[in-house]
């Protein structure tokens, strides 16, 4: 509604981008996950982004807004939240390999996702908003890894071959209703957007241990300053 007030009824030049996510499909009804796969949300927050995706949709085709979606697979990248498992992981890697930590506690070591970087994304984003029309996007790499791989490849950026005796399963960190697997199919965006992910999972990987090394480092430093 405050689009529409600002923009004007007709000819509203306003442009608004709504970030939908992966966790809508949930229990995932077919593989891989497209623009037309039905959503089977399995959290709160898969629930309340199916919401915010209708209602996008909804004014979209009732006002003519140019409102978008993008559905976006998870993206990571060295400013990603340390509560999230990707930045927990690559933040312990660099914490034990520099004696700071003992080990790492997570849940589900089975879980597979498709995990793309950030900025790669970001660049899908603002293509989703120059377009003649809008519309919704898948955004994903169309690979899917486990929490298991993504530890092989973080330990490995410290050297360390076997993580097993680092890495614990709590199951307070196990989700009530877990999500298995999700990998996106970002055929539509590549073939309408030009998009396609440039930063691979091995190099994301790296990318992140490689600042969590870097933070931690200085806070040494300037603790024995």
């Known amino acids: ?17 709504q ?17 037309m796969t039905p959503f089977h949300p399995r959290s709160p927050y898969g629930c309340a982004k199916v919401f915010g995706h209708y209602i996008t949709m909804n004014y979209r085709e009732s006002y ?20 999230f498992v990707t930045r927990k992981i690559t933040n312990a890697v660099a914490r ?8 790492l506690a997570l849940g589900n070591l089975e879980a597979k996702r498709d995990w793309g970087y950030a900025g790669d994304y970001v660049k899908a984003m603002w293509l989703m908003l120059q377009q003649d029309s809008p519309e919704d996007y898948v955004i994903a790499t169309g690979e899917t890894h ?33 999500v ?17 992910p440039e930063v691979s999972f091995p190099q994301l990987v790296s990318m992140m241990v490689a600042n969590d090394l870097d933070l931690e480092k200085r806070k040494m430093e300037a603790n024995l300053r």
């Open 1 to 17: 509604d405050a689009i529409r007030m600002v923009g004007g009824m007709r000819d509203n030049p306003i442009r608004f981008y």
């Open 180 to 196: 298995d697997l999700l990998i996106g199919d970002a055929t539509k965006a590549r073939e309408q957007l030009g998009w396609q």
């Open 146 to 178: 486990s929490i298991r791989e993504f530890l092989d490849l973080a330990f490995a950026e410290v050297g360390i071959d076997d993580w097993e005796p680092y890495v614990t399963q709590d199951p307070r960190f196990l989700r009530p209703a877990e």
């Open 96 to 103: 034990i390999s520099l004696g700071l930590q003992d080990g």
């Open 64 to 83: 003519g807004l140019y409102a978008c979606s993008g559905i976006l697979f998870n993206h990571e990248g060295p400013r990603r939240g340390i509560e």
């Open 19 to 35: 970030a939908s996510t992966s966790e809508m499909f949930g229990e995932v009804r077919e593989v891989p996950q497209t623009e």
